[in-house]
């Protein structure tokens, strides 16, 4: 089968009717790969961006128990009181820091979160900072608004690490805000502190906002301490964290998420939320509640079989003709390169149709990376195993020369 033929298009065409700041949302890489995989069978997917885990009995007994207490109304606008205090007690706790539940505003995921954050700042004229590759939501969101991207491309052989002084020489007269996510979602990278340092003490200096998604802040590997923003700030005036239980407590459909910053912009966030879904889910919330007061062997087992996942996806794909790997140290992503040049579309469309195992596309994450596959390991070892023994014989007998 000729590569060409395979060629796909992430982006429709346009159709008047709609706003043209529409053109600046991608159809998701990721959709039409697992659309296009429903359609088969025997399908093994590498391509899934929630945890595979059973949310705690816990959490899902206190949304019955809220259920059936009544627990069906709005809650108020910031959301519900016992979980903002719950919040700010934990954070406050994990960073050493003081924090009201004034600063918290509860949303609906971090999906809404980032789409207030970054909607509220972009305009016209505006200029922003983000990686590349990156969670797919920014560079629309920023774009569809009238803002200006410049993205900061990373790299496989340096782990995908951010240059810090990159980012800092991209930095325009008119740059309103930065956009990081540690760890990473297409990469798993975990930003050291020196990194988050270095920016935010730029990015203060200059009266720049730094917006940060933290929404796989529990899944850090081999012990370490991950590097929150919220650890590195002496306030909060130049910055919005974004965070949620989705990932944490395997709690992605139950759609809790928040937002922490200055208490003058949660003020200007909460006009801005009764615009959009007014408050979120309200039993959802109270899970959430019994998430946050759970003890941590939830995430201690889900730590465990995550890393397990990571030891050998990571030596598969060094087993792998063509790819180049390296060693993620969060999130349960793995973004390796293919040789400079070669289409990553057309290889996870083939590597689809042909084996039947379904990766991410790396263009679906930015511009920089279209000879990347986004691997993800939020799966059974035994899919992985499988996976990879169809891989392999596969690449072998590919010729990207
Ligand atoms: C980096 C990143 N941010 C935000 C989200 C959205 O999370 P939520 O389910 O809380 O809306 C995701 C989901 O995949 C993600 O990977």
Redesign the pocket.
């Known amino acids: 089968m000729s590569l060409s033929t395979l060629d796909i298009d992430l982006y429709e065409s346009e159709d008047p009717i709609w706003n043209p700041a529409m053109m600046a949302i991608p159809v998701p890489g990721i959709r039409k790969m697992v659309n296009m995989a429903a359609a088969m069978e025997d399908v093994i997917h590498l391509s899934i ?1 929630q945890p595979d885990l059973p949310a705690p009995e816990n959490v899902v007994n206190a949304a019955v128990e809220a259920l059936r207490a009544g627990q069906t109304g709005y809650t108020m606008d910031a959301g519900l009181p016992e979980l903002l205090e719950s919040l700010a007690l934990y954070y406050g706790q994990r960073y050493q820091r003081e924090l009201s539940p004034d600063n918290i505003m509860i949303t609906t ?3 809404e979160a ?1 789409y207030l954050a970054l909607t509220a700042v972009s305009a016209p004229g505006r200029h922003f900072i983000v990686p590349d590759p990156a ?1 797919m939501l920014y560079a629309p969101l920023l774009r569809m608004n009238g803002g200006e991207v410049t993205e900061i491309a990373t790299r496989a052989e340096k782990n995908h690490q951010l240059d810090p002084q990159e980012v800092i020489d991209a930095i325009q007269p008119n740059t309103y805000a930065i956009i990081l ?1 540690s760890p990473s ?1 297409p990469t798993g990278t975990v930003y050291p502190k020196e990194t988050l340092e270095a920016i935010l003490q730029e990015a203060a200096y200059r009266g720049i906002e730094v917006i940060s ?1 933290e ?1 796989y802040d529990h899944l850090i590997y081999d012990g370490k301490e991950y590097p929150s923003v919220l650890g590195h700030t002496s306030d909060l005036d130049n910055v919005m964290v974004v965070s ?1 239980f ?1 990932k944490t407590y395997s709690m ?1 459909g139950m759609r809790i ?1 928040w937002i922490i910053a200055s208490q003058g912009a949660i003020k200007r966030l909460r006009r801005y939320h009764m615009f959009t879904t007014t408050v979120a889910n309200t039993p959802c919330q109270w899970a959430g509640v019994a998430a946050l007061n759970g003890g941590s062997h939830f995430i201690d087992s889900m730590l465990a079989e995550y890393t397990r996942r990571r030891d050998r996806l990571v030596e598969l794909v060094e087993q792998t003709p063509h790819l180049t790997g390296y060693k993620p140290e969060g999130a349960f992503y793995l973004f390796p390169s293919l040789p400079e040049g070669v289409n990553g579309t057309n290889v996870a469309l083939r590597l689809l149709k042909e084996t039947g195992v379904c990766t991410i596309p790396g263009e679906t994450f930015g511009h920089s990376c279209s000879n990347a596959l986004r691997l993800s390991y939020s799966t059974s070892l035994d899919n992985i195993e499988q996976a990879f023994e169809r891989i392999i014989p596969w690449m072998h007998k590919q010729d990207f020369s």
């Open positions: 961006g995921g971090a999906t980032l969670f996510n979602n998604d929404v949620s989705s992605a998420g």
